[in-house]
């Protein structure tokens, strides 16, 4: 009545494909995002690692003293001043120019949609030269 050959099989494959998600990313977990660090400015506003763990915090710092206070001006630990504007000083020309390359990569990695860009208007970036070549 019963193929067993055909059932242990059958049970086998279901098996394997039940587990597949297990298997397959076993050891692949997805890289960490690679940000370019900008060229010319070698100095933020804070440490790396301040501003690694506490840039959204700084980011709503520096918007609520422009819109609230109209303070436009932050001092850095170093004694550097600085606008405090997230296109003219954050999104610079020196600095990070290419949001794609540095805010996006981290972004997209961790799934945060950051809704600034609905108003705030992202540096113009040149479309890439070449296309990726393909693997
Ligand atoms: C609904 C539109 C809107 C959104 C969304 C928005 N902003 Fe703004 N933001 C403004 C406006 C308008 C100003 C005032 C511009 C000025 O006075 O220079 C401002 C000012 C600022 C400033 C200070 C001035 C400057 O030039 O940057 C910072 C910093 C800032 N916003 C950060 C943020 C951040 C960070 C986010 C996302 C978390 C954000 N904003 C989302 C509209 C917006
Ligand atoms: C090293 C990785 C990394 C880079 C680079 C980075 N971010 Fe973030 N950002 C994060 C992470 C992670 C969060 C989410 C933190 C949380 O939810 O506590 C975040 C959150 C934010 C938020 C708050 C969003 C929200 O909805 O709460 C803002 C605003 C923001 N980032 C702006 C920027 C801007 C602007 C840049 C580029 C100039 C940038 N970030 C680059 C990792 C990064």
Known sequence: MYDGGKIIVGIIIGLVLLTFPI??????????????LPEK?????????????KH????????DSVVRVAQR?????????????????????ECHAKKTEFCDRCHDYTGVVPY????????????????????
């Open 23 to 36: 298997w397959y990313t076993h050891g692949m977990a997805p890289k960490r995002p690679e940000v370019k």
């Open 41 to 53: 400015e070698k100095q933020c506003v804070q440490s790396k690692e301040y501003m690694k763990t």
């Open 56 to 63: 959204m915090q700084l980011l709503d710092l520096w918007r």
């Open 73 to 93: 001006s932050y001092v850095a630990p170093n004694g550097t001043k600085y606008d405090m504007s997230l296109q003219n000083t954050c999104m610079s020309a």
């Open 116 to 135: 600034c860009w609905d108003c705030h208007i992202p540096p113009k970036e040149e479309p890439k030269e070449k296309p990726e070549e393909m693997h």
